[in-house]
């Protein structure tokens, strides 16, 4: 498991357990669905339209978590 810490733009945070093998897609629906409550004021309407930031980079669907070696904390905002 990895302890995934995601902040969004307005610094707000909140940590997750993820799998290795989850993709950035997979993230986004499980923050989407699990969306923290002190995050209300920042929903967004589908998961589709965040994005997740690691190193300055949007990540795209399919990238998993193992493949980017180790992460701590990634950034997420939503598409505009």
Same mark, same amino acid.
């Given at each position: 498991?990895?302890?995934?810490?995601?902040?969004?733009?307005?610094? &707000?945070? &909140?940590?997750?357990?993820?799998? !290795?093998?989850?993709?950035?897609?997979?993230?986004? &629906?499980?923050?989407?669905?699990?969306? !923290?409550?002190?995050?209300?004021?920042?929903?967004?309407?589908? !998961?589709?339209?965040?994005?997740?930031?690691?190193?300055?980079?949007?990540?795209?669907?399919?990238?998993?978590?193992?493949?980017?070696?180790?992460?701590?904390?990634?950034?997420?905002?939503?598409?505009?």
């Amino acid at each position: 498991q990895i302890n995934l810490r995601l902040i969004l733009v307005s610094g &707000k945070t &909140k940590e997750f357990l993820f799998s !290795p093998n989850d993709s950035a897609a997979d993230i986004a &629906k499980h923050v989407y669905d699990n969306w !923290p409550m002190d995050w209300e004021e920042e929903q967004v309407s589908s !998961p589709n339209i965040l994005r997740l930031i690691y190193q300055g980079r949007f990540l795209h669907g399919n990238v998993t978590l193992g493949g980017m070696k180790i992460i701590f904390i990634m950034y997420v905002t939503a598409r505009q």
